[in-house]
């Protein structure tokens, strides 16, 4: 049942013992599966964030659609946190990807996010002190498990890739390559746990043929990349796995709050493509949108 208002509803009466989650995205396509899914669904629309209110296993989600861009996206963290007043801050959507290992379908949990064009430095001399913002150690490891469990085979993150000496890098990626390989065939036979989450997850991925994710560093701009140098240089320099828009400013203001965050992208394109060219990707993006979604699902359904 859905329920609609003019006026928000913008607390839940909740005991003390259910876990609130907030759940941020940029965009309605990457928001949409989680809606989907929620019981006793209210939608409500305030400061011009979109939001659902409802329950997943248990929890009570919101899940909000905050716009492209880190101002959008501080706005509707700082928003959604005060209202609701979550136990933990989940981050979900696409993002271009960096990772030479990682294809369209793949994911990468944010252990950390990154600002790109900004002097990190004088950021830290403010309350939360901080130049990189981590995701939550206990919610990383619930990220990597929900993936293992759904079949997805970890690969090495764009910190070690860069580690390895240039003039050996592409043999060690090819034997990682080739490793992955073997470890993604194997997953072919692999079974799923008897969840909600993994059955939606199931359901999205019908034609299943083996993803992939890493754990590594989740890069935000202000612009849209496409310069090779500057793409290499965020590679290369900042370890990035990823490029987005939004997802380190919610971060920020999950550690200003003190509220534990986690950020999953999944890759919609590899970083390169002009974004006129994303037009024609409509269906690829929404997928991969909802996949991740599930993923984050999963996640929600092992917290405590």
Request: with cysteine; glycine share 6%; proline share 4%.
């Amino acid at each position: 049942m859905v329920q609609t208002s003019s006026t928000p509803s913008l607390n839940l009466p909740l005991p003390s013992s259910v876990t609130r989650v907030v759940i941020l995205c940029a965009l309605p396509r990457e928001a949409a599966l989680i809606r989907e899914h929620l019981e006793d669904r209210h939608d409500d629309e305030r400061y011009a964030v979109s939001y659902s209110t409802g329950f997943f296993a248990g929890k009570a989600v919101t899940v909000g659609v905050a716009g492209m861009g880190t101002v959008a996206a501080a706005a509707a963290s700082q928003f959604l946190i005060t209202q609701f007043q979550p136990d933990v801050f989940f981050f979900s959507g696409i993002a271009g990807g960096l990772n030479a290992l990682l294809d369209v379908g793949d994911i990468v949990v944010g252990k950390e996010l990154k600002y790109l064009e900004t002097n990190t430095a004088i950021i830290a001399e403010c309350d939360p002190f901080l130049e990189v913002f981590p995701s939550h150690p206990a919610l990383v490891e619930l990220a990597q498990n929900a993936l293992r469990d759904l079949g997805y085979v970890e690969v090495p993150a764009n910190s070690e890739i860069y580690s390895v000496a240039p003039a050996e890098r592409e043999e060690y990626l090819a034997s990682q390559k080739a490793r992955v390989d073997h470890e993604v065939a194997a997953a072919g036979s692999h079974t799923l746990p008897d969840s909600q989450a993994a059955r939606i997850w199931a359901e999205e991925n019908s034609n299943y043929r083996g993803h992939h994710f890493t754990t590594g560093v989740i890069n935000t701009s202000d612009e849209f990349n496409t310069d090779p140098a500057v793409l290499e240089a965020s590679r290369e320099h900042e370890h990035g796995d990823c490029e987005e828009m939004e997802g380190v400013a919610a971060a920020h203001v999950a550690h200003r709050c003190r509220v534990p965050f986690l950020a999953l992208r999944s890759l919609s394109n590899q970083c390169g493509e002009a974004y006129d060219e994303l037009g024609s990707a409509e269906e690829r993006m929404s997928a991969t949108a909802r996949d991740v979604a599930a993923v984050a699902l999963r996640v929600v359904e092992t917290l405590d």
